[in-house]
C-alpha cells in the first residue's frame, strides 16, 4: 500500500531583545500559506549577553534558520561560520540558513529596500543622487545594494561629520559616494531621494537639517508602523512622495524566505494585509 510522503516542516524564530512587538512571524505565516510550505515560526527572546547559547539551543532542536533582530546582528555576524557579501560589507547578519554543519549569515536590510523603492513604489535609483540620514548599522547595511542600483552619488550625512566620511570612504569601491555633518546640507544642492536612517524617529524626534533639501524629494524613513516626525517634515517641506519602511520590513523578510524555502512570495498582498493590521 502506497503513503503519501510527509511534508517537510520548517523551523524558524526571530531573536531579539525587546522581541514581543514584532511582526516577523505574522509575515512569514502568510508566506508560507501562500506558497504552500509548512512552517513553525517563534519569537525568542534573548537575554542581551546570552545570544549564542539561546541560538544555539534553537539550532540543537532542529533549527531550519532564523532572523536577528536588534540588538543582535553584529552577535549573529560572529556565530556565522559563512556570510554573504551583503553580510560582510553591513558587517551585521539578520538571517541565518542552517546548512548542515555550517551557519550562513545574511543581511536582507538593504535587498528589502531596494525591492520596495524598486518594485513596490517604482522609483528608478540609476542616476539618482540619495541622501541617507545617519551613519549606523541601518546606513551601512543598506549601502551596497543601494549602489548597485548605480545612483549618481550617494551622500552620507551624520551628526558626527567623522563617522559619515568612514563610511563613505569604505563604500567608496562600490560606487561614488561622500560624507558629512549634518549641519552641511542645504536646500541649494537638491537631491532626489532622502532616506532616513537615524534613530531619531524612535525617539519621536527629526534630525536637525534644513528644510529646503525635501523640496520635491521622495523620502523614505526606515522606521515602520507610525507617522514619524521626518514624515511629518518632509510633508510639511513639500516632499514630492513619502513613505515609511513597511514595504522594506516585509521586502527583507521575503529575502529571508527565498534564502531558506528557494520559495519567492508575493509581496505586495503581504504588504497590504500587514499595513490593515498595524493601522
Avoid at 570612504?169 to 537615524?198: H, M, Q, R, S, Y
Wanted: aromatic share 8%; net charge neutral; proline share 4%.
Amino acid at each position: 500500500m502506497e503513503t503519501k510522503a510527509k511534508t517537510a516542516m520548517y523551523k524558524f524564530a526571530v531573536f531579539g531583545n525587546p522581541i514581543e512587538h514584532s511582526l516577523s512571524p505574522k509575515i512569514h505565516a502568510l508566506f508560507a500559506q501562500q506558497t504552500g510550505v509548512q512552517i513553525e515560526y517563534s519569537k525568542i527572546l534573548a537575554p542581551i549577553d546570552g545570544f549564542s547559547q539561546v541560538a544555539q539551543n534553537f539550532i540543537n532542536l532542529g533549527a531550519n534558520g532564523f532572523n536577528i533582530t536588534v540588538p543582535f546582528k553584529m552577535n549573529a555576524f560572529d556565530l556565522a561560520t559563512k556570510r554573504s557579501i551583503n553580510a560582510q560589507t553591513a558587517g551585521a547578519v539578520n538571517t541565518i540558513k542552517v546548512d548542515g554543519n555550517e551557519l550562513i549569515g545574511e543581511n536582507t536590510d538593504g535587498i528589502g529596500l531596494v525591492n520596495d523603492l524598486t518594485q513596490n513604489l517604482n522609483i528608478d535609483l540609476h542616476n539618482k543622487v540619495v541622501l541617507i540620514l545617519g551613519a549606523g548599522g541601518a546606513t551601512r547595511g543598506i549601502l551596497l545594494p543601494l549602489l548597485q542600483q548605480q545612483p549618481a552619488q550617494i551622500i552620507i550625512a551624520n551628526r558626527t561629520a567623522s563617522k559619515a566620511k568612514q563610511l563613505a570612504k569604505d563604500f567608496a569601491k562600490f560606487g561614488k559616494t561622500c560624507g558629512f555633518g549634518l549641519e552641511k546640507i542645504n536646500g541649494d544642492d537638491p537631491v532626489d531621494i532622502i532616506i532616513n536612517a537615524t534613530s531619531a524617529s524612535l525617539d519621536g524626534q527629526m534630525p536637525n537639517i534644513a528644510a529646503g533639501v525635501a523640496n520635491n524629494a521622495i523620502c523614505y524613513d526606515l522606521m515602520y508602523g507610525r507617522q514619524t516626525p521626518f514624515m511629518d517634515w518632509a510633508k510639511a517641506n513639500q516632499a514630492s512622495m513619502v513613505f515609511d519602511g513597511l514595504g522594506m520590513l516585509v521586502e527583507q523578510a521575503a529575502a529571508a524566505f527565498k534564502f531558506w524555502t528557494d520559495k519567492q512570495p508575493e509581496t505586495q498582498v503581504v504588504i497590504k494585509t500587514i499595513r490593515a493590521l498595524n493601522d
